[in-house]
C-alpha cells in the first residue's frame, strides 16, 4: 500500500467516519417481550453486546430469562427479569414494573407472539380467533400506548414490533387468523409512527420471514418444511439471528432517520 494511501486510511481512522453502524445503544433502557424464545433470546444478547440495560420479559421460562440476565450481570452489564402472561391483562404490571426498577424507558421490542391453535380456518372457533389477536396485536399496541406516553414525556424513544410474513401472504390455510393479526400489528405500526413523529418516537416493525426455529419444526412435516424453503429465493430458511440483528439496527442510531417502515426480512420471500 503506497504512503498516501497509508496516510488517508489514518485519516479516515481517526474523524468521525470511523464509527461502527450499530451504535448509541449504551445505557439504553430496552425492554424485549418473549425474551427467551429464539429470536428473543438473541435480541437479548446483541443488545447486551452494545451495552443496553435490559428488561428481560418471560412468560413460563424463568429458568432461561434468568440464565440470560446472570450471563449478562457476569459481562459487566444490567439486566431484570419481568414475569408477565400476555394473553392475561398483565401488560400494566409489565410495564409499572420496568419503569419501576429503571426510571424510563427508550426502546420497546414487542417480540412475544406465535400461532395459536394451529388448525384449519374452517374449524377455528372466536376463542382462538380472540387469544391470538390478544397476544399478536392487543399486548403489543397497549405495550406501546404506555411506552408511546412515557417516551412522549421524556423526549422520544423507538418502538419495534416483530411481524411475519404471513400478514403479506395471509398465513396458510392454518394460520390464517395470525396473519390478520399479524397484519393488525403492522396497522398500528404505521399509525404510531405517524402520531409519534413531533415527539422523536420513532416506530417501526421487522417482518420475518420464515425462520428456522423448533416451533416451525414442530408445526410443519420436513416434506412440507422443504417445499416451503424452496419457495424462498434465497433457498433458505432465516435465522432468528437474521430478525434481531434488524431490530437492534433500527434500535441504534443508524435507524435515527426511519419511522413508519415494515422492514422485510425473508430472503427474497
Not at 12 to 41: C, E, M, P, W, Y
Not at 108 to 129: H, P, Q, R, T, Y
Not at 181 to 196: D, F, M, N
Request: glycine fraction near 12%; proline fraction near 2%; hydrophobic fraction near 40%.
Amino acid at each position: 500500500m503506497g504512503s498516501q494511501k497509508v496516510k488517508l486510511l489514518t485519516a479516515f481512522r481517526g474523524n468521525k467516519l470511523n464509527h461502527q453502524i450499530i451504535s448509541g445503544l449504551k445505557d439504553k433502557k430496552v425492554l424485549v417481550t418473549g425474551a427467551t424464545g429464539g429470536i428473543g433470546n438473541c435480541l437479548i444478547k446483541m443488545f447486551a453486546e452494545k451495552g443496553a440495560i435490559l428488561g428481560i420479559h418471560y412468560y413460563r421460562n424463568q429458568k432461561m430469562a434468568k440464565s440470560l440476565s446472570r450471563e449478562i450481570e457476569a459481562n459487566g452489564g444490567k439486566s431484570e427479569c419481568f414475569q408477565a402472561d400476555l394473553l392475561s391483562n398483565s401488560t400494566p404490571s409489565l410495564f409499572h414494573d420496568f419503569i419501576e426498577s429503571f426510571g424510563g424507558i427508550d426502546v420497546l421490542v414487542n417480540n412475544a407472539g406465535g400461532i395459536l391453535d394451529f388448525k384449519e380456518f374452517l374449524e377455528l372457533d372466536e376463542f382462538s380467533w380472540n387469544k391470538t389477536h390478544r397476544l399478536n396485536t392487543q399486548a403489543p399496541f397497549f405495550l406501546a400506548q404506555q411506552a408511546f406516553a412515557n417516551m412522549k414525556e421524556n423526549g422520544g424513544g423507538k418502538i419495534i414490533n416483530v411481524s411475519s410474513i404471513a400478514a403479506k401472504y395471509g398465513g396458510s390455510s392454518k394460520s390464517l387468523h395470525y396473519g390478520a393479526a399479524k397484519a393488525a400489528l403492522e396497522s398500528v405500526t404505521v399509525g404510531l409512527a405517524r402520531a409519534g413523529a413531533q415527539y422523536n418516537i420513532l416506530v417501526n416493525a421487522v417482518r420475518g420471514g420464515f425462520i428456522d426455529s423448533p416451533l416451525q419444526q414442530r408445526l410443519i412435516k420436513e416434506k412440507d418444511l422443504k417445499e416451503r424453503i424452496d419457495l424462498i429465493p434465497l433457498k433458505r430458511a432465516g435465522k432468528p439471528e437474521d430478525i434481531a440483528g434488524a431490530v437492534v439496527y433500527l434500535a441504534s442510531e443508524a435507524g435515527d432517520f426511519i419511522t413508519g417502515e415494515i422492514m422485510t426480512v425473508s430472503g427474497g420471500d
